[in-house]
């Protein structure tokens, strides 16, 4: 019964617009990024490459640079984890799970006995839980004799879901998740990030399926992923794009902003850490989702988390005066992203809708007893 259920869940997905889109114009883009790294290798007279730096130590007891990871249950968020407790910080890992908190930390704790790690259950979509997270992380600061700052911010939380939900704010959940929250944890944390005694960082971890993204709206219906639920069937794919999308612009205009502050203190890298097998797809039918990886390891593109995570930490560990570059492909390298994820009229529109939405459910969790 079950595998009759499995093979009719499979066959009705891959008869949707949104199966062909991932299939077809998600690889599409995915092999354009890479036709754009290997060009711009060839042909490109300005460095696009650079290398990593160790951290710097700060004025703390433990002497440990504090990085946050978002997603850091699984995949990604956990092999970057691990990476950045071998160069020297203190990580503190950010998820859903309690109990796969507490499993990623016990792994990286068996393979690095001197790793320093802290976990926070939190979740993403929640504007009251990344509140609630950001209240008791400075208490943790504060009761742990820690210096008031973060040094790396990583918002790699991301899902893909099939079905439409809407969280507490009436958003959608894969657009609170993907973008919304990230937007609302960096807003809340930048304050620590500009407090730090050596320089610091956001990476925002994106994908090559924004290139996909062609439509220039970005209302507060688009934003809040209300306007996807008129249509008759959850547009999965269009969604996750548009999140994508989202996080760069972000990415950009933060990196603007604070550019034309002249603060050379916080800096602002997107990344894309290309085609890698985690469990984004758990919510894709198992039999589909087994061919997109068999397929995508047949084209070479598939990567493991511990080869994925290399853009993450060339972006975690780029110099200090790096910001505003689009990390890809490894070995430090960086490329252009899409044509439309440049567009500074649409970032500050982008931006405005992002500090209404915030300035909202910051006034609603005022009212909201906990």
Not at 41 to 49: A, D, E, G, Q, W
Not at 149 to 157: D, T, Y
Not at 277 to 297: D, W
Not at 355 to 367: H, N, P, T, V
Request: net charge positive; aromatic share 10%; proline share 4%.
């Amino acid at each position: 019964m079950m595998a009759m259920k499995e093979l009719k869940d499979a066959v009705n997905f891959g008869c949707t617009k949104e199966f062909w889109r991932m299939a077809v114009l998600w690889t599409i883009s995915l092999l354009l990024s890479y036709l754009h790294l290997f060009t711009q290798t060839l042909f490109s007279r300005k460095p696009i490459s650079y290398p990593r730096h160790s951290p710097l130590p700060t004025p703390t007891t433990s002497a440990r640079p504090v990085c946050i990871i978002t997603g850091a249950t699984s995949g990604l968020g956990a092999a970057a984890a691990y990476s950045l407790s071998i160069e020297g910080f203190f990580v503190v890992l950010v998820g859903r799970s309690s109990y796969l908190l507490s499993k990623v930390k016990a792994e990286i704790r068996r393979r690095n006995k001197y790793a320093h790690i802290k976990t926070f259950q939190v979740d993403l979509s929640s504007f009251q839980s990344i509140l609630k997270f950001k209240e008791t992380f400075e208490l943790w600061l504060l009761h742990s004799d820690m210096h008031s700052s973060v040094q790396l911010l990583i918002n790699n939380a991301g899902m893909l879901a099939t079905s439409a939900r809407l969280t507490a704010e009436g958003f959608d959940e894969m657009m609170a998740t993907n973008y919304i929250g990230a937007f609302s944890l960096t807003k809340l944390l930048l304050p620590l990030l500009e407090n730090s005694p050596v320089a610091s960082r956001i990476v925002n971890v994106t994908s090559f399926t924004h290139r996909t993204v062609y439509d220039r709206r970005l209302d507060r219906q688009t934003v809040s992923g209300i306007t996807f639920s008129r249509f008759r069937r959850y547009p999965c794919a269009q969604i996750y794009e548009y999140s994508k999308l989202c996080l760069l612009l972000f990415s950009y205009e933060l990196h603007r902003q604070l550019s034309a502050k002249g603060s050379q203190q916080v800096s602002v890298i997107a990344v894309d850490p290309g085609a890698v097998k985690t469990n984004i797809m758990r919510e894709i039918p198992t039999s589909i989702s087994y061919v997109a990886f068999f397929v995508l390891k047949l084209l070479g593109l598939l990567q493991s988390p511990e080869d994925g995570v290399c853009s993450i930490l060339d972006a975690a560990l780029a110099s200090p005066e790096t910001s505003g570059a689009y990390f890809f492909g490894g070995k430090g390298r960086t490329i252009d992203s899409s044509a439309l994820s440049y567009d500074t009229n649409l970032a500050k529109e982008l931006w405005a809708t992002s500090c209404d939405l915030f300035q909202e459910s910051e006034l609603a969790s005022k009212d909201t007893p906990t």
